[in-house]
C-alpha cells in the first residue's frame, strides 16, 4: 500500500500536533516540518528550535528548507545535518509572495542557473537523501519542463507535485495534463499532493509513488488511517476521536505556553478546516471565544 505523507501546514502542525496525531491516530508514514528559512543571514532561530525539540520524539519527521541561493541552500542543509537529520525536503511550491517575491519556493522552478548549482551539490552529498516539493510553474503551468531534465540528472527521494501554478494559491483548476506529462517524463518517483479529502480520492491516485495530504488531513485527522483500515469511521467516532485528539494538543499547550492569548492563538487553528465535522454554529462560538472558559464551553456544544 502507498505510504501517506502529511504535509508541511504553517501555522497548523506543529512538533506537538504531530506527535500527538502520530499517537492517536497513525496511519502517516512520515510528517515533513513548514519551510525552515535564512532571516537576516542565519537559519531562522524559532524554526531551528523547533526542529531541536522535535529530535528524538518518537515522529518520523523531514525537514523541509526553503532557499533563493545555493548559500541559503548550504546554510540550511548544514544545520539541519548537524541535528542528526539525514533526509530534507526542497520547497519548490510555496505560492507566498512574500517568499516568490524574493525567488524563493515556486520562483525557484524557473530560476535554472541557481537549481543547476543546487543539483550539483545535491549529487556530491552522499550522506543525505533529498526530496523536492513542487507546483507545476509560478506562472505558467508548464514552467516545470525546463526544471524536470535538472531533477532526473539526480536521484530524489521523490519529487511531490501540486498540480497547480503559484498565481492559483490553493484553489481553480488542477493541470492533470501537465501533471501526467511530468509524471512520464521523470525518473524519480512522482507523489501526487492536493485535493484529497477523502478514501475516494486517495483511491483515485494509486499510480503514484505516495500521497501527501495537508488540508485533507486537517479536517479528517484519522483517513489515512480509514483507508489503511478500508473502513471509514462513522461520526460518533470520529468525533470522539477527535476531542481526545483536542483535548491533549490543547493540555500540552497550556503546559507550554504562557497565558491565555497565547494558548488560544495556538489551539483556535485546529478547528479552521473543521467546520463540516462540527458544523458553523460551533466554528463561529470557537472563533469569538476571548477567554479559555469561553472557549471550553464552545467545545461542548460538539456533538
Request: with cysteine.
Amino acid at each position: 500500500m502507498q505510504e501517506i505523507h502529511f504535509a508541511p501546514l504553517q501555522g497548523y502542525v506543529d512538533n506537538a500536533y504531530r506527535r500527538l496525531h502520530s499517537q492517536i491516530y497513525g496511519g502517516v508514514d512520515c510528517y515533513y516540518t513548514p519551510f525552515i528559512r535564512i532571516e537576516k543571514g542565519e537559519p531562522r532561530r524559532q524554526d531551528i528550535a523547533r526542529l531541536k525539540a522535535s529530535v528524538g520524539d518518537g515522529t518520523p519527521l523531514v525537514p523541509q528548507i526553503i532557499f533563493a541561493s545555493l548559500e541559503e541552500f548550504r546554510i540550511l542543509t548544514e544545520v539541519v545535518k548537524t541535528l542528526g537529520f539525514n533526509r530534507i525536503d526542497l520547497n519548490l511550491g510555496c505560492p507566498y509572495p512574500m517568499q516568490t517575491n524574493r525567488g524563493r519556493g515556486a520562483a525557484m522552478i524557473s530560476d535554472i542557473a541557481t537549481m543547476e548549482q543546487i543539483v550539483k551539490q545535491i549529487d556530491s552529498d552522499c550522506s543525505t537523501s533529498y526530496s523536492v516539493k513542487m507546483r507545476l510553474g509560478k506562472d505558467n503551468p508548464d514552467e516545470w519542463r525546463s526544471l524536470l531534465p535538472l531533477l532526473s540528472s539526480v536521484k530524489l527521494n521523490h519529487i511531490a507535485i501540486h498540480p497547480r501554478i503559484a498565481r492559483q494559491m490553493y484553489s481553480g483548476d488542477l493541470y492533470i495534463d501537465e501533471f501526467r506529462s511530468l509524471e512520464s517524463q521523470s525518473s524519480n518517483p512522482i507523489v501526487w499532493n492536493g485535493e484529497i479529502r477523502n478514501i475516494g480520492d486517495l483511491s483515485a491516485h494509486t499510480n503514484a509513488a505516495a500521497i501527501m495530504i495537508g488540508r485533507g488531513l486537517l479536517a479528517r485527522p484519522s483517513l489515512a488511517t480509514e483507508w489503511r483500515n478500508n473502513e471509514e469511521w462513522q461520526h460518533a467516532m470520529r468525533i470522539a476521536t477527535l476531542l481526545e485528539f483536542h483535548d491533549r494538543l490543547l493540555s500540552e499547550y497550556e503546559q507550554t505556553l504562557c497565558g491565555q492569548t497565547q494558548i488560544l492563538q495556538h489551539i483556535k487553528p485546529f478547528w479552521d478546516y473543521l467546520e463540516e465535522e462540527i458544523g458553523h454554529r460551533c466554528l463561529k462560538a470557537i472563533r469569538k471565544a476571548s477567554t479559555l472558559d469561553r472557549y471550553r464551553e464552545a467545545i461542548t456544544t460538539i456533538e
